[in-house]
């Protein structure tokens, strides 16, 4: 038995795309061919649409960051989104993406000498997202792919259907793993209702 690869589940996402616009699997991801070159992009660039909208699983909050040596503080390429926490005391910057580092609107500068606490959204690859977020990144490539392939508008109404319902399932996993409330409580509490019996222990 063989263990899967990446590319395999890239391959699989890619192959989904293409029979949903009428086109025959691939075996390999063929970069040379110029319609699964194209098909490929839009996978990509729709999974980084998707993960930019910022969700409970690749966000993450109160992430100390820390100067180097010379007082720059370097963005990595997997930071989607980023600014300041909003618990953290000092609010006096307005934190940018310069050549590459922070930059501070405010102070006009890039030299940080101190450490800082910022909220992340985090750009994961393909295979690691949840298969929900696959799917529903698959069905939106595949809307995109016939709108700009195929000149079929039943067919792009059909898959638009089928986004529609994958963004659904999309929702409630994302609903059911972040535990969110409007009653606005803080992150990481809980709240527990009023219990009658309490009134009479008392």
Known sequence: MTTQIATDTELSAVNSILGSIGQSPI???????????FIYNILSEVSKD?????????????VKVS????????????YLRYDLNDGQADRHMDLVKRNGRLYDLVNHTDV????MELDIVYLYSFTDIPSVFQRYIIA????????????????????????GLARASLMEYECNQGDHSFMGWPKNSSYRAYQPYRSLIR
Do not use: C, M, Y
Request: net charge negative; aromatic share 6%.
């Open 27 to 37: 075996t390999t991801l063929n970069f040379e061919n110029p319609e699964i070159s």
């Open 67 to 78: 100067p180097d040596a010379s007082g720059h503080i370097t963005v990595p390429t997997n």
């Open 140 to 163: 939106r490539a595949s809307t995109r792919a016939a709108t700009q392939l195929v000149s079929n508008s039943e067919l792009v109404k059909l898959l638009q259907g089928q986004e």
């Open 112 to 115: 940080f000498d101190h450490d």
């Open 50 to 62: 998707v993960l930019n909208e910022g969700w409970h699983f690749n966000t993450e909050e109160h």
